[in-house]
């Protein structure tokens, strides 16, 4: 596997990973679970978007 992919499948696993905070913030019954799946799908967020602007790629997050 070369760097390109490795990378690939980081950005892919923090895509899935921000598409399950998605659910738990959607699922979140008090404030304080929210909060956290709030702060917790900003940073995957972070993540999945820093390895698409380093593939030059787009990847959405709102595609299953």
């Known amino acids: 596997m070369d760097i390109w992919e490795r990378i690939r499948h980081a950005r892919d696993k923090a ?3 921000e598409r399950t905070e998605r659910r738990r913030l959607a699922d979140a019954d008090t404030r304080a679970l929210q909060d956290a799946a709030s702060v917790r799908l900003a940073t995957r967020q972070a993540v999945r978007e ?3 602007d380093i593939l ?3 990847s959405d997050p709102e595609a299953s």
Do not use: G, I, V
Request: hydrophobic share 45%; proline share 0%; aromatic share 0%.
């Open 50 to 52: 820093a390895l698409d």
């Open 15 to 17: 895509l899935e990973a």
């Open 56 to 58: 030059d790629e787009t």
